[in-house]
């Protein structure tokens, strides 16, 4: 896994770079938020849909709402970077966050940053 972060002024967004399945359940979501904020100190995280278990799609499984929890609550904002059309089931899940200024599922890398950076920071909230 290799983290590159970008920064324009005082706001940092880490992209997640790996071929892996990263996060496969809550305490892997956990840890590489506590990673990128100690490693790189950036409240935003921009991850590949690939990086994530499939459980994480299935809205039966309790997975993503368990994990975005999460991150509501330590602050971090997330963008899930991918070709999220494939899960039918959560289309109406993906607009409600996408309206929101936590949680953002989006096409492409570069769309997730520029909105990630948008968005004011933890010492600002």
Known sequence: MNIRVD??????????????I???????????M??????HDSYKIVIRQSNITEDFFELK??????ILQK???YHIKLA????????KSLKDFICECNKGEQV???EDEQSAIQVLH?????GTI
């Open 71 to 73: 991150y509501v609550n």
């Open 22 to 32: 990263l996060i496969r359940n809550v305490q892997d979501a956990l840890d590489l």
């Open 34 to 39: 506590a990673s990128i904020k100690f490693n």
């Open 104 to 106: 953002f599922f989006l």
């Open 118 to 122: 948008s968005l004011c920071s933890l």
């Open 80 to 87: 899930v970077v991918g070709n999220l059309e494939v899960y």
């Open 7 to 20: 920064q324009q002024n005082d706001s940092k967004v880490a992209i997640v770079e790996s071929f892996d």
């Open 61 to 66: 499984t309790r997975l993503a709402g368990d």
